[in-house]
């Protein structure tokens, strides 16, 4: 259970919570206050603690308070924080508090900063951290312990430490558990596993999550273009990306511009311009919608019970595209299928669209028969299964379309397939009418 955050405004309690809580547990709470609010909870805090504190916090968090903080008390934190979380806070500030901090620093963690800070984002290179733990092939089992019982305070995890050459390249991986067992003499070169899986500092920061969860590593090791080791991810960044990432996926689906903030944090401008782009381009594909009624105008007239059927034939069709979108968003998001599978998936969708479709023109054609006669019912079922089986089809292969131009697929399901489905189904259904009805 996590500890249970105190009133604010009873000043001894919330002063205890923040002298004895758990540091995540603290983190949240003081998120939820104005960074003024927050300060006088966080400076009578030991510097370890403080740093602890300190990366649990929101990166807007880290920053605003950042600024607020003496320059003497900042530096005491950010070298005791992470590598990859100084490197990111760093990252948020402005130039000119950059230039403060980097002046307040350690020329050690000075340096550190720079050359993490300095990869592009979201490259592995931008999460990965410095702190880790290395051997060289040549020493033994026992001097390895050794050696990782100095290094163990600064790094992030010693489960598994990496072998490198002379010239700091990467040869190899071996596990705490193979040391522990190994006789006291046994070279690590033969304790090692070869080729370790790892990641170049240009690779996606979201192709390194996929990679860390394929293959169940507590990190990965991340190399420079000559081969060299610079840093590890670990497996608690992978899961912060793949949050990330499932959290700008769902914004795209909603034909939301992604945001980083969280929603109770979010501004009204800023909710307003993120979502009022796509909302008036879906506009201009709604007018097809409108002006497909429109030619139709003669066989309405005719058959003024076809309106009827109108919204809950292109609703359906879709609310099936958008079934069919988003499974295939996020088969392609976690690897599940290829682009070279769309041929096999499309015959499969086919035959499921077609099944799901005939069930649909099932329930309707009764509902047609009783507003319009047999005529308008079979007009009603044959649409419910063409327009059910072409908003499957559109769904399930705007992700791969996406995907081909190197487009983001998330972008294809919910409004966007929807759109499409409402003016493919409004021809559909009047078209088939007018052939249908001998109009």
């Known amino acids: 259970m996590s500890d249970p955050a105190p009133n604010p405004h009873d000043p001894g309690a919330a002063r205890r919570f923040a002298e004895t809580g758990r540091p995540v547990d603290v983190a949240v709470w003081l998120s939820r206050l104005a960074p003024e609010d927050a300060l006088p909870f966080i400076l009578p805090l030991a ?10 916090l929101p990166l807007d968090m880290q920053s605003a308070l950042a600024r607020a903080l003496p320059g003497a008390v900042l530096a005491g934190i950010v070298t005791r924080m992470d590598a990859d979380d100084r490197a990111d806070l760093f990252g948020a500030l402005p130039p000119e508090d950059q230039n403060g901090l980097i002046g307040d620093l350690p020329a050690e963690d000075r340096e550190d900063i720079r050359r993490l800070a300095a990869h592009p984002g979201e490259s592995a290179g931008a999460i990965m951290t410095s702190d880790y733990a290395v051997l060289n092939a040549e020493i033994s089992a026992a001097e390895a312990i050794d050696a990782l019982r100095e290094q163990a305070p600064g790094a992030e995890t010693i489960y598994r430490s990496y072998v490198v050459d002379a010239h700091h390249r990467l040869t190899g991986s071996v596990r705490l558990h193979a040391l522990i067992l190994a006789e006291a003499d046994t070279p690590i070169a033969a304790l090692m596993e070869e080729a ?19 293959y169940d590593l507590l990190a990965i090791p991340v190399v420079d273009d000559g081969g060299r080791l610079v840093g590890i991810v670990t497996h608690d960044d992978a899961a912060d990306v793949m949050q990330q990432e499932a959290t700008e996926d769902f914004q795209k689906i909603s034909h939301v511009l992604p945001f980083k903030q969280t929603m109770r944090d979010a501004g009204i401008g800023m909710l307003y311009s993120r979502r009022v782009v796509w909302l008036a381009l879906l506009i201009v594909g709604n007018l097809f919608s409108g002006a497909g009624i429109a030619h139709f105008e003669d066989v309405i007239l005719a058959y003024v019970s ?60 009764p509902l ?28 399930m292969s705007l992700p791969f379309l996406l995907s081909r131009l190197k487009l983001d697929p998330a972008t294809a399901s919910g409004p966007l397939v929807t759109t499409i489905s409402d003016a493919t189904g409004v021809l559909i259904y009047f078209t088939i009418a007018s052939a249908l009805l001998d109009l």
Request: aromatic share 6%; no cysteine; charged share 15%.
């Open 47 to 56: 510097p370890a603690r403080q740093a602890r504190i300190f990366g649990h």
């Open 196 to 214: 370790p899986v790892s990641v170049s500092v240009h690779t996606d920061q979201e192709d390194v999550a996929k990679l860390i969860a394929r």
């Open 306 to 365: 076809l309106v009827f059927f109108l919204p809950l034939l292109i609703d359906s069709s879709g609310n099936a595209g958008s079934q069919s979108a988003t499974l295939m968003v996020r088969a392609l998001a976690t690897g599940d299928v290829e682009m070279s599978d769309w041929g096999r998936l499309l015959v499969r969708e086919l035959v499921v669209a077609a099944a799901l479709g005939a069930t649909m023109a099932a329930v309707v054609v």
């Open 368 to 395: 047609g028969a009783w507003r319009g006669g047999w005529d308008v019912a079979m007009t009603v079922g044959l649409t419910m299964f063409v327009v059910v089986l072409i908003g499957s089809v559109v769904g």
